[in-house]
């Protein structure tokens, strides 16, 4: 089967850089991607990894390395918008599994 | 908004009820989801479609019963729920069953309670 270990609530401030750590353990591992929750919406896509390595996205960049097993996504420039639940998923099989979330909080 | 849309966003239902859940999407995408999402849990993956077809039951007890009639459309259909099935439901589509680099497109979910 799949999990995903990632941390439960990290705490930055604004204009800050904060980087929210995922492992996991798959079986067929496809990629890892991450979404975005705000409260009471919808999960959005943030980025994808196929390949080890960093992938930008204006102030998101998301970093893969299958050897161990482990990614992240970078925040940078913070704002207060960015406040939100942050999920890694696998896709192993012919499925998507999701992590149980990072709240994130950003203060002024 | 997004281009899944779900109905009706909230619902409270008895545990003698039945109610159906809708999910559209006309984004062309040929595969579709439903999605459990508890508090302080993952979300947790239901069932698949792709292409109408059922290719995933994650062993979901039988009172959740889905229904794709065509690629744009999707149902969850409930029926003598408990207590613990209150969640937000979340319904999600992608271009194939991977996902590839495009990812899922959620719709905004149903807040389902059971009472």
């Known amino acids: 089967g799949q999990s995903l270990e990632q941390p439960s609530e990290v705490t930055a401030v604004e204009g800050a850089i904060v980087q929210i750590n995922c492992t996991y353990q798959t079986s067929g591992f496809y990629g890892l991607s991450w979404y975005q929750q705000h409260d009471g919406g919808a999960p959005t896509f943030l980025s994808y990894n196929g390949l080890d390595g960093l992938e930008e996205t204006g102030r998101f960049s998301s970093f893969l390395s299958r050897s161990d097993s482990y990614g992240y996504l970078l925040l940078q420039e913070l704002q207060m918008k960015d406040s939100a639940s942050y999920f890694c998923a696998v896709k192993g099989g012919n499925k998507l599994v999701f992590g149980a979330g990072t709240i994130l909080r950003v203060k002024s | ?115």
């Open chain 2, 1 to 115: 908004e997004t281009g899944v849309t779900q109905t009706p966003r909230h619902l409270v239902m008895g545990m003698t009820n039945k109610k159906s859940l809708k999910c559209e999407q006309h984004l062309g995408h040929n595969a579709m989801y439903w999605y459990k999402q508890s508090a302080k849990k993952p979300l947790e993956l239901m069932f698949v479609y792709s292409l109408e077809e059922r290719v995933e039951n994650n062993s979901v007890p039988s009172r959740f019963s889905p229904e794709c009639p065509n690629s744009s459309h999707l149902f969850l259909h409930l029926h003598t729920l408990q207590p613990e099935d209150s969640a937000l439901y979340l319904c999600a589509s992608s271009q194939d069953r991977l996902g590839g680099a495009d990812g899922y497109t959620f719709g905004s979910g149903t807040r389902l309670t059971v009472v």
